[in-house]
């Protein structure tokens, strides 16, 4: 954070309403001038504004709002501070839990002078998240709701094949048309959003060209490659290899202590579990069909290397090319054709 930021705010946010702390700085010692609570809408985020001027930010760049991410509930606030040039940083949840130490109690004014003590205490390091844009926005929104119907339809689907070996076939037939409907009605929507996913990638000039850019690494699909852009708000966060691969928990760590502990490296399990599942399908069919990868396969399994191993290493350097890709804007080169060349 640059250093003609003075005045710090944490932000607790729900559904109705959201807790706000101000804290100046004094040198390294913040004290805190007030918490006050606003509704979670456009009123509310007026008054909010008026409620800064009044304490003294009548220049809003020199201020920082730090929130969790919330999903849904701190989005409208989130493009407000930004219209009106407040600098906002949206910070994992779990990194700033565990910053506070151990805690007893809690509420949202609490949590809010939480917040804002952990902003002063990071302040350093601590940079302002921008807020994507209406269409990548969307195109979150209609992925979302992609990956709920497929559930939906997959549960459905699981449920009849159960049903079909202990059902007489009379009673099958019953159950099967009483499902067909809603079946249908899933895979209609499901196609509908998939054709306005399209759409949006197509028409947004920035979304297509890193959306064409991932698609040409191996093992990257349409479904990974739009999973991707929404992940890292079209690559404007975690755009290096090593962080990207972290947040899909495909990197191994090790597990050791003094002379007691000598784990095997290990996966962390707080990752995306979403986009690991999806890297893993996209993994499988580079070990069938990719040369380069499937030779890669076979000499890490002759090697000795346990299957689940050698697939996440293909998991890992598939993350690692896609942000080269992006980071360079050049299409990826397999290594057969840069050596023909």
Request: hydrophobic share 40%; net charge positive; aromatic share 8%.
């Amino acid at each position: 954070m640059k250093t003609k930021q003075h005045f710090l705010i944490g932000s607790d946010i729900s559904k109705k309403w959201f807790d706000a702390t101000l804290l100046v700085m004094n040198g390294r010692h913040p004290s805190v001038i007030e918490t006050k609570r606003f509704d979670n809408t456009k009123k509310g985020f007026i008054c909010f504004l008026k409620w800064l001027i009044k304490n003294g930010v009548t220049d809003l760049g020199q201020a920082l709002l730090v929130m969790e991410n919330t999903g849904l509930y701190n989005r409208l606030l989130w493009v407000f501070c930004q219209q009106h040039g407040l600098p906002v940083h949206v910070g994992n949840a779990a990194e700033i839990k565990w910053s506070f130490g151990l805690t007893r109690g809690k509420n949202d004014a609490v949590d809010s002078r939480r917040l804002a003590e952990y902003a002063a205490k990071n302040a350093w390091k601590l940079k302002p998240t921008p807020a994507p844009s209406p269409e990548l926005w969307q195109l979150k929104d209609l992925v979302t709701a992609r990956t709920k119907m497929l559930r939906q339809k997959t549960a459905l689907s699981v449920h009849l094949g159960e049903l079909r070996g202990v059902n007489s076939p009379e009673v099958q037939q019953i159950m099967e048309a009483g499902h067909r409907a809603a079946l249908e009605g899933l895979k209609a929507s499901i196609k509908a959003v998939e054709a306005e996913i399209k759409r949006i990638i197509r028409q947004d000039e920035a979304l297509w060209e890193n959306y064409k850019l991932v698609k040409t690494v191996p093992g990257v699909g349409h479904v990974i490659a739009v999973y991707l852009i929404c992940c890292t708000n079209n690559f404007t966060r975690l755009i290096s290899g090593k962080q990207l691969a972290c947040y899909a928990g495909v990197v191994p760590f090790e597990h050791s202590s003094g002379s007691s502990v000598r784990g095997r490296s290990r996966v962390s399990h707080m990752a995306n579990k979403e986009l690991k599942r999806l890297l893993h399908l996209g993994a499988l069919s580079v070990r069938t069909h990719n040369p380069e990868f499937r030779g890669y396969y076979e000499r890490k399994k002759a090697e000795g290397k346990h299957s689940m191993c050698v697939l996440n290493a293909i998991r890992n350097k598939i993350v690692l090319r896609v942000a080269a890709v992006i980071k360079a804007q050049q299409p990826y080169v397999s290594r057969e054709v840069k050596m023909a060349a």
